[in-house]
């Protein structure tokens, strides 16, 4: 069955608005753990050896400003070693469904940045990171926000 970020985005919606409204399985349980670690390795902690151990035998990309397969991921994280050193995720909220996984988080590629609002969701196969969608949004100036519940 393939899978659309507009299928990926809206079950990240809905997940949110199910709240804790139903516990999850223990598979769910195990699969959330799969993603933050490999997000913590990879994005935060930018080691590739420690990520080897979340990605199974192949990674689909969908985000379009990154290279597709296992090698894509290792230049896409060593881009952001070169080019953004101090890119850091910090983890809100986690969700599960079935083999999905999604992380809203708040990412800043500099201490300093507002940064952005980030959805990264995860399809995880065996234990292992298998495909990967994201949806981006910058966080913009206070001064123009219409309400001050903040994106987190």
Do not use: C
Request: no cysteine.
């Amino acid at each position: 069955m393939k899978r659309t970020i507009f299928a990926a985005a809206a079950m990240a919606v809905s997940l949110l608005w199910a709240g804790a409204a139903a516990a999850d399985t223990p598979q769910e349980e195990a699969n959330k753990k799969v993603a933050i670690a490999m997000y913590n390795a990879s994005l935060n902690g930018k080691n590739w050896e420690e990520t080897l151990k979340y990605i199974g035998p192949t990674y689909k990309q969908h985000n379009l400003g990154a290279p597709d397969g296992i090698e894509g991921f290792k230049a896409h994280i060593e881009n952001l070693k070169k080019n953004f050193p101090e890119n850091h995720g910090d983890i809100k909220h986690v969700m599960a469904s079935g083999d999905l996984v999604a992380l809203h988080i708040h990412v800043k590629r500099k201490p300093e940045d507002r940064g952005m609002a980030i959805v990264d969701i995860f399809r995880i196969k065996d234990g292992k990171v298998v495909e990967h969608w994201d949806v981006v949004q910058q966080i913009p100036d206070p001064a123009k926000w219409q309400n001050q519940n903040g994106m987190f």
